[in-house]
């Protein structure tokens, strides 16, 4: 499978140095390596409306730092260079397609496109100042404010959604009928994927920031809401409270990102009760693994 790694490096050197035009810059030059994951999420490069919706409101939405901030975007990129980010991802990218072709898998699409973007730290704060999208087999974004505490766990967050392109080789995301129990799977699969890769205390703080009480009291919470529906409704337990209250979504009671704590926790009991490895839980259904992890019993 061929990796191409986009120079986000050299598009943000050009876009800071830009008087003018850069949501053009951003949306043509940056973005439009990505046109088709946009388009298969309903995302127009540009909106035919002024300041309708479009990629530039999609990803401030996604917490990446606005193009006109460029003192934060500077400082970012700064730090960027120094740790030669773009070179660890394409290191961490190389490991991760190592690991699915011993284990005879595949992603279905001849490339993988990644980028790595400039977080706004006060938008992610929940995150601790990074995350990633790669619901879209082929292509993968990674968003960052690097700091001292996220950095060293990038490789986890892009082996992570390095699995989202091959579980949904696998399967069809239904974002209308997707349930609790499949999201998740989807996000327990992928964090067990990025463990196998650089071990648990790489992995995000939506998963190690759990003291046992609220794992418990988060799962008591989440077993009976498995066959819930929808995205909105489902996002409600994947994501927690405050991002509920922030997009709208109906409050259940959950710290932010319990889901993704739960559904790492019956993965990983999954695999350990039946001696099964991430490579074949990769291609098992929500059902299989739900109701033979233990976790909800």
Known sequence: MKI??????????????LEEERENYFRYSMMKPFEKMWNAIHVPLKAKQPHGYDVL???????YVDVWDTEVGKVALKKLKEIQALQRANETLNRCVDLIQEKNLNINADELKFGMYIADPKKLALQKGYCG?????????????????????????????FHHNLRFSYFDWDQGNVTVGDYLIIEGLAESFAKELYGEDLLGPWVTSFDKEDLAYSTEVIKDALNVKGFAEVSSYMFGDPIAKEQGYQPVGLSPFAGYAVGYQAV???????????????LLSTDEIINSCGWFS
């Open 4 to 17: 191409v790694i986009e120079n986000t490096i050299e598009q943000y050197e050009k876009l800071f140095s």
């Open 268 to 282: 990983q009991s999954f695999m350990e009760k039946n001696h099964v490895g991430i490579g074949e839980a990769t």
């Open 57 to 63: 409101m999609a990803c401030k939405m996604l917490g």
């Open 133 to 161: 999208f790669g619901g879209i087999p082929g292509f993968i974004q990674v968003s960052v404010y690097p700091d001292s505490y996220n950095i060293p766990k990038l490789p986890a967050v892009i082996a992570h959604e």
